[in-house]
């Protein structure tokens, strides 16, 4: 098991569009381990592989479990090959990111949704999801799209905030 170091806006790599996996072996088991540990260390409610470095559409998340609670059990889901199939109603909350630290908004997004995906195992299922893990899903959909939650602001409020974000990291 090993951490992995994340990147950060500005980093070019961030607005990769991620390729489909195609191979599940081993490395692929690591890799899902190594970002699962990465992301309870930080601590995130999720992690797209994007974020990590590595170009695949992939992502782990656990939207219940609460670092503070020692009662929480970790319930990690890796999520491979995503696809939103459905969407409906909208829903907006103050988002974070551990590639943009230390900046919050509100972004509007879908309520709920169906997603498919491939497990582990290569086996497809199809998950609704609404509330937290519903906005959670499409935050880490986005990375493996290349986008970031800022994307979503207006204009002149997104500009702002990446001319401010790219100030503090060359400091
Ligand atoms: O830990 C995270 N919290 C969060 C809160 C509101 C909306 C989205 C998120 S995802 C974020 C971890 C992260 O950056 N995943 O890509
Ligand atoms: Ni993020």
Redesign the pocket.
Known sequence: MALMKILTYPDAFLKKTAKPVTVFDDALKTLVQDMAETMYEEP?????AT?VGEDKRLFVMDVFYNNEDPESKKTPVAVINPEIIETSGESS?E?????VPEFRAEVKRSAELVLRFQDMEQEIHELRAEGLMA??IQ??ND?LNGKL?IDHLPPLKRRMVQNKLKKQATK
Do not use: N, V
Not at 44 to 48: T, Y
Not at 95 to 99: H, I
């Open positions: 995130g409610i999720g992690l797209a974020q909350i988002e974070g990111c551990l590639s906005i959670c935050h880490e990375h939650f």
